[in-house]
């Protein structure tokens, strides 16, 4: 009963959020390898540059707590990891950074770039790990107030240019440590995402292209949304 009443209370406290919300959250997706770190870092500074209140995050990150579990969810050193604590570890970084730094920012009325949020749960726990789109979408909905994205940037890339970037980058994490077979489902799950889209939020990002292409791509997404 307490968890019910807990459950009813995120839901209630997601409500007040969206009745109030008056910022631009765009994220960043996409398998490894596809440059989100860096056109996020781009995204940022070009925004700013035009002249709008923009921040910038990661996920999972950005806090203090969410460093930590960072830490713990990505290391090398942890590849026996229970998929279930994969889940949970990576939901409790995202409700620390919404709870902190993201619905603030929103209710600030700030632009907010975000390299990875509640979409990579969707594809990498609830699509390929097996959880089911619908359990992930509400631990989602929980961790983030029912926050959705205002545009998602998907940067898609083959998998062997990604794996292969990844290896060059010399910062090899659990996730990139996984199968080939593995980071071929990623793909094809954000891309099912993306094409079953109805909001209009999702723009595939050709990030097999040169880092400028690619971002003058995403610069155009984004200058349709903001009227830039």
Same mark, same amino acid.
């Given at each position: $009963? ?9 839901? %209630?406290? +997601? ?14 997706? !996409?398998?490894?390898? +596809? ?15 035009? +002249? ?7 996920? @999972? !990150? ?41 619905? @603030?920012?929103? *209710? ?8 990875? =949020? *509640?979409?990579? =749960?969707?594809?990498?726990? !609830? ?7 619908? $359990? ?12 959705? @994205? ?7 890339? @083959?998998?062997? %240019? ?7 980058? +010399? ?5 990139? $440590? ?6 071929? %489902? ?10 079953? #889209?109805? =909001? ?23 200058? #349709? %949304?903001? !009227?830039?």
């Amino acid at each position: $009963m307490l968890l019910l009443n807990w459950l009813e209370w995120q839901m %209630k406290k +997601g409500e007040i959020y969206m009745a109030i919300k008056k910022g631009f959250l765009i994220t960043l997706e !996409g398998g490894e390898g +596809g440059g989100k770190t860096t056109q996020a870092v781009s995204l940022y500074k070009r925004l700013k540059k035009a +002249g709008k209140d923009v921040v910038i995050f990661r996920e @999972p !990150g950005c806090t203090v707590i969410s460093e930590q579990i960072r830490e713990v969810v990505l290391s090398a050193k942890n590849k026996n990891i229970a998929f279930t604590t994969e889940v949970l570890l990576f939901q409790a970084a995202r409700a620390q950074i919404y709870e902190e730094l993201v619905l @603030p920012s929103m *209710r600030a009325g700030k632009v907010i770039v975000m390299d990875r =949020s *509640r979409d990579s =749960s969707v594809v990498y726990q !609830g699509m390929v790990r097996g959880f089911g789109k619908k $359990m992930i979408e509400q631990l989602n909905n929980i961790s983030t107030s029912r926050t959705l @994205p205002d545009l998602t940037l998907l940067l898609d890339v @083959p998998v062997n %240019k990604g794996l292969k970037r990844r290896e060059n980058s +010399g910062t090899i994490n659990r996730l990139d $440590m996984e199968a080939k077979n593995f980071h071929n %489902k990623v793909r094809k799950a954000y891309l099912e995402l993306a094409e079953e #889209d109805k =909001s209009g939020r999702w723009r595939v990002i050709n990030a097999a292209k040169s880092i400028e292409n690619v971002e003058e791509q995403m610069w155009e997404a984004i200058s #349709d %949304k903001l !009227g830039l």
